[in-house]
Every structure is written in structure tokens, then in C-alpha cells.
């Protein structure tokens, strides 16, 4: 398996508070992703990152932020939860060779609830 | 906007039937269409189809692309009960850089023993 962990793996929480999700990986690679995955919906790309304090918007941004100052350390925030913010959290990471298609591995997802 | 749509969502089925898994989409600069089996965690990268390799097969899965009509097929054969899953397929609009896969919703298949 790839080295990619999240950090939490369950939480929580109530509406209103701030949530921060932890992504973290070990492959030295250039690209990391969050997703949310919905029933009825897949997988929805949130943010992603191309380097570090390099960050752009997915198609479901509204509501998260994202950080990400070390190569190995992608973090997202919803900086006021609310109840349809709960969902399960993939972070994904890719490399950067030019011409292929770059494999995106997984971690191994989060479980939110917003209460 | 770039959209996938799987079908069927949900299907059960016994143990050594042949399933079918459909995937369609519309993207623009389409690159290449992914498979992805997704147990009880992180999804696994099954197959990528792109405009060079439209056929692909590992055991007993398959996979062909249609680009002229925009689908994309999963066959599984002889099923076993370690096949059940959920079943992603998502596209690839870009093949360079930051890839940001589009989902379709996912099938949910389940093999009865």
C-alpha cells in the first residue's frame, strides 16, 4: 500500500465547530487530492494541491480550506461544520510524470459526522 | 460540465453469474476512463482505457471503451463472493499535472454464495 495515513480515522462532532482533517504521506509526491464520497455521488474531488502552498478549488469547495506547507502534509478544514458535511474524506496523492497517466492511490478515508 | 453516470447503482446477483457494470460520461478533452473496485476502505485502481488501449483484462474482469459513443463497460465473469464491492468509474480529463477525476456514483454489487 501506498504511504498515505489520515488522521483523524472517525470523528464527531457538532455543528458549528471547526474540523481539521489530517492527510499525510511518505511517497514524496507532488499531487494530493480530497475527496468526499456521498451516497448516490462517488467520489467529489473538494481541493487539491500541485506543491507546497500550492492549493486549487474542486467542485465541491464551498465550506473547506485547504493548507498544505510541507511536501508529506495536505490538511483540510471546514472552519464551521455543518450537518451536510458529513461524509467519509479521501485524501489522494499522485506523482507528477509527464505523458502517463499518474496513478492516484487512496488513504484509507475518514469518517465525519456533524451532529 | 463534465459528468459520469454508472448504472445499474445496485445489483445482486449468485455466486458464478456474469455481471455487467455500465459507465457513460461526457467530458470535454477527455484523456482516459478509470475503473476502481472500492471494498469496505480506500478505492483500488482496477483498469485505465484511454484512445490507445480501448481493451483491457485481468482474470476474470474485463473492460472495453467506446469513445465514438462514450461508455464504457465492466464485465466480471465466473463472480465469487471476494467480488463484492462498489464499482467507480471516473474519467480523466487532463493526463498531465494535477488530475481531477470525476466520479460517476458508483455500483454497489453483491454475490450471494
Known amino acids: 500500500d501506498a504511504g498515505i495515513t489520515q488522521s483523524p480515522r472517525h470523528k464527531v462532532t457538532e455543528t458549528g465547530t471547526p474540523v481539521t482533517l489530517r492527510c499525510h504521506q511518505t511517497?514524496?509526491?507532488?499531487?494530493m487530492y480530497w475527496y468526499r464520497q456521498d451516497p448516490g455521488h462517488g467520489l467529489r474531488l473538494i481541493h487539491y494541491?500541485?506543491?507546497?502552498?500550492?492549493?486549487d478549488k474542486g467542485e465541491v469547495s464551498d465550506g473547506y480550506s485547504v493548507s498544505r506547507s510541507k511536501t508529506e502534509d495536505f490538511l483540510l478544514t471546514l472552519e464551521s461544520a455543518t450537518s451536510s458535511q458529513t461524509s467519509v474524506y479521501f485524501c489522494?496523492?499522485?506523482?507528477?510524470?509527464?505523458?502517463?497517466?499518474?496513478?492516484?492511490?487512496f488513504g484509507p478515508g475518514t469518517r465525519l459526522t456533524v451532529l | 460540465e463534465d459528468k459520469v453516470v454508472q448504472s445499474p447503482l445496485s445489483l445482486v446477483v449468485h455466486e458464478g453469474d456474469t455481471v455487467t457494470l455500465n459507465c457513460s460520461y461526457e467530458v470535454t478533452n477527455f484523456r482516459s476512463l478509470l475503473w476502481y473496485k472500492q471494498e469496505k476502505k480506500a478505492p483500488t485502481f482496477l483498469f485505465m482505457l484511454?484512445?490507445?488501449?480501448i481493451e483491457k483484462k485481468s482474470g476474470r474482469l474485463s473492460s472495453i471503451l467506446d469513445k465514438k459513443e462514450l461508455f464504457s463497460i465492466l464485465n466480471i465473469t465466473a463472480t465469487q463472493t471476494g467480488d463484492s464491492a462498489i464499482y467507480l468509474c471516473?474519467?480523466?480529463?487532463?493526463?498531465?499535472?494535477?488530475?481531477?477525476?470525476?466520479f460517476g456514483q458508483g455500483t454497489r454489487l453483491t454475490i450471494n454464495p
Open positions: 489522494a496523492i499522485s506523482e507528477s510524470k509527464r505523458g502517463s497517466y499518474n496513478e492516484q492511490f
Open positions: 471516473a474519467v480523466v480529463p487532463i493526463i498531465q499535472g494535477a488530475q481531477k477525476l470525476v
Open positions: 494541491s500541485y506543491g507546497v502552498k500550492d492549493t
Open positions: 511517497e514524496n509526491h507532488r499531487y
Open positions: 484511454t484512445s490507445s488501449g
